[in-house]
């Protein structure tokens, strides 16, 4: 894991399919998988590289688990990929 930093950032380098860590450790990815603490809320399709978030909010399928866990979900829902080659798909 590379050195803390802020959620955004975190979110970015799962897009690259890079691996780190927020400054509490409650947002982590291995470039691969993305979690809000032990919760996986993203992933990544072997075959297409597609990225995968898994909308655990109010009001869908997933549901709400916590305030942070929705924060998470929300800040990778809206990450802008445009000329980055990333597809995005949100799983609601």
Known sequence: MTA???NEAVIALWTQGR???NHKGTLTTDGKELWSYALSIGDTCKETGVKIVR???AGTSYGYRSQTTSCHVGLA???DLRGTGVTLIVDE
Request: aromatic content about 8%; overall charge positive.
């Open 55 to 57: 909308r655990y909010q």
């Open 19 to 21: 691996p780190a860590k």
């Open 4 to 6: 803390p930093i802020v």
């Open 77 to 79: 829902v809206r990450t």
